[in-house]
């Protein structure tokens, strides 16, 4: 019985944890949009990406777009102090077809662009 505790401590902790870091990426997601409610939409879609739509390209401007990615996937992006979350690239669609990606590329200390629509299901 006393070996169990501990195990079901730690479980409980990894639970809560998980649950914590979802709730900060929603209320992060919450203030982009307040912040760029006029011109895009954001969502997380699946579990590593964050979804940006707009109604056409000129809504916003891609240092708007890296200025989002840092936001959400950096604590301090000079750094190079990530948040605690699973969201690892960002998606740029408008008028609902695919544009392009961001992501951080460790290698090269920067933010890469492709465009290659990259999606895991």
């Known amino acids: 019985m006393f070996k ?5 401590f730690i479980l409980a902790l990894n639970c809560c944890s ?3 870091d979802n709730e900060a990426d ?4 919450k203030e ?3 912040k760029y ?3 895009c939409t954001l969502k997380i879609d699946n ?7 707009m109604q056409n390209m000129k809504s916003l401007s891609k240092s708007d777009i890296v200025d989002i990615y840092k936001t959400f996937i950096f604590e301090n992006y000079a750094k190079n102090i990530r948040r605690n979350t699973r969201i690892v690239y960002l998606n740029v669609y408008s008028d609902k077809k695919f544009q392009y990606q961001i992501c951080y590329d460790p290698q ?10 990259y999606h895991e299901d």
């Open 47 to 53: 579990v590593y990406y964050l979804k940006v739509s």
């Open 108 to 117: 090269r200390n920067n933010i890469a662009e492709s465009n290659i629509e």
């Open 4 to 8: 169990i505790v501990p195990i079901l």
């Open 32 to 34: 982009l949009n307040l």
């Open 18 to 20: 998980k649950r914590l």
């Open 26 to 29: 929603m209320l992060l997601l």
């Open 37 to 39: 409610n006029q011109k």
